[in-house]
């Protein structure tokens, strides 16, 4: 049973550049949410998709933006990279919102020169 | 708007000994408690989760917590701690909505 997969697993982006990162949620999860983990900070939560919709959002600028498909799978968008957006990216599935705990993948690290 | 407070950034403990990592909230209604840990470069695995019933919940690996109403706190404790539980711990509070707050997280060192 695959767990949470999340592409790619390493990044590197120049500033001002624009970046995709992909999550394919647990089997049977059909809730994804995306996680900032800066080094040495505990994870800050972007948004969550459910049924193909934004149901909640962080304090994370519009740069931020996200999609889910018909399959659950999701990603994550971010405009204009800054330097301070290199981070672990994190993505969760869950079943129907709920909160029975999430699965988290093994993130992406994404860093911006 | 709701919080969640590690105040510890490093727990030290000797193998065989129980172990406590503190964790506080501040939510508007019931919370939903959660705490991960997470090993180096790799995501959060769930350890355990409180959501309603008895205040003491076991969870894997041998970790429990006890949620305090009264004292907003939902501390993890492991009766013996072993090296192999050296790693970094995250208390959640996540909302029936789904929004969720994670603690700045402790790193828990156990010494052989």
């Known amino acids: ?44 939560f972007i948004f969550q998709y459910y049924e193909e919709e934004e149901r909640q959002r962080g304090n994370f600028p519009d ?22 957006d290199s981070a672990l990216y994190l993505c969760a599935s869950s079943r129907d919102r709920r909160t029975n705990g999430y699965t988290f993948g093994s ?5 911006v020169v | 708007a709701q919080s969640v407070a590690q105040p510890e950034d490093q727990v030290n403990v000797a193998e065989g000994n129980p172990l ?25 695995q769930f350890l355990l989760k409180y959501i309603t019933g008895d205040n003491l919940v076991k969870g894997s690996y041998g970790f429990e917590a006890e949620f305090n109403k009264s004292q907003t706190s939902f501390h993890l404790k492991k009766p013996s701690a ?31």
């Open chain 2, 20 to 44: 406590t990592v503190k964790c506080t909230y501040s939510v508007s209604g019931n919370p939903y408690l959660f705490w991960y840990v997470q090993y180096p470069n790799r995501g959060l």
């Open chain 1, 63 to 84: 740069r931020f933006s996200g999609h889910q498909f018909p399959n659950y799978s999701s990603e994550l968008n971010v405009n204009a990279l800054l330097l301070g």
């Open chain 1, 1 to 44: 049973d695959a767990g949470v997969t999340q592409s790619p697993t390493h990044l590197i982006k120049t500033r001002g550049q624009q970046v995709t990162l992909r999550c394919s949620p647990k089997s049977g999860h059909d809730t994804v949410s995306w996680y900032q983990q800066a080094l040495g900070q505990g994870p800050q």
């Open chain 1, 107 to 111: 993130g992406t690290r994404l860093t």
């Open chain 2, 82 to 112: 072993l090296v192999s539980d050296s790693a970094l711990y995250f208390c959640a509070v996540i909302t029936n909505a789904g929004k969720s707050t994670f603690g700045d997280g402790t790193t828990l060192t156990v010494k052989p």
